[in-house]
């Protein structure tokens, strides 16, 4: 079946414009996670949404990160008014959160640069 | 703080040989540990996952450990080909009750596999 998928894969935008990342879940995943990986560095957590709960968004590096989830479906990430520190790619990893050894399913990332 | 550390950094083998990447946690409460290879340009997958009780599970021509006393896990790959060339992801999962999860990412080793 189709897997996790991300659009666009690469963004390139000037500093101070805002941008939407969009990702689409496995279907009947409950769980859906954003994460940062900045060039040679480890992945950043940043959101996770669970079902219907309230959003974990302890990982949201400003304010100007925000995401929205509308029930099992796809999500959207935004950045307002960009900084080059934003540039990295952007993963999405959708699970079915059943216990504790749930499974991880990753897109393929957007690449996102600010000029 | 839960911290995942992974070494070498990175490492070249050549085609055929054997090798072993290492993973360092201090994380509480352990849930399970597990590494993943991502490959240039795409999402991290999963290898193997570990619980507390199994110190080695295989995948193929991949074997991890874990030895929870000492919280150490490797990842030893036999037999190495070049589509082995990769980066392996060391992630670790706590679970402090009530459906909250945390992951723990490590920084990954970056192999290369030469001809």
């Known amino acids: 079946g189709a897997g996790v998928s991300q659009s666009p894969s690469n963004k390139v935008t000037e500093k101070g414009k805002d941008v939407e990342l969009r990702c689409d879940p496995i279907?009947?995943?409950?769980?859906l996670y954003w994460y940062r990986q900045r060039l040679g560095q480890g992945l950043e957590f940043l959101i996770y949404?669970?079902?219907?709960?309230?959003?974990?968004k302890s990982g949201l590096p400003s304010d100007r990160f925000s995401a929205e989830r509308t029930g099992e479906s796809v999500s959207t990430l935004t950045i307002q008014r960009t900084q080059q520190e934003d540039s990295a790619v952007y993963l999405c990893?959708?699970?079915?959160?059943?216990?504790?050894?749930?499974?991880?399913?990753f897109g393929p990332g957007t690449r996102l640069t600010v000029t | 703080k839960n911290q995942v550390e992974q070494s070498p950094q990175s490492l070249i083998i050549l085609e055929g040989k054997n090798c072993t990447l290492q993973c360092n946690y201090t994380v509480s409460p352990f849930s399970n540990l597990r590494w993943y290879k991502q490959d240039t340009g795409r999402g991290p997958v999963s290898l193997t996952i570990?619980?507390?009780?199994?110190n080695t599970k295989s995948n193929g021509r991949y074997t991890a450990t874990l030895d929870a006393d000492t919280k150490q896990s490797s990842l030893h790959i036999t037999a190495s080909q070049l589509s082995d060339s990769a980066s392996y992801i060391c992630v670790v999962t706590s679970y402090s009750g009530a459906g909250s999860y945390q992951l723990t990412f490590g920084k990954g080793t970056k192999l290369s596999v030469i001809p």
């Open positions: 990893a959708s699970s079915q959160v059943a216990r504790t050894n749930y499974e991880q399913y």
């Open positions: 570990m619980t507390f009780s199994e």
């Open positions: 949404f669970q079902g219907n709960s309230a959003p974990d």
């Open positions: 279907s009947g995943h409950t769980a």
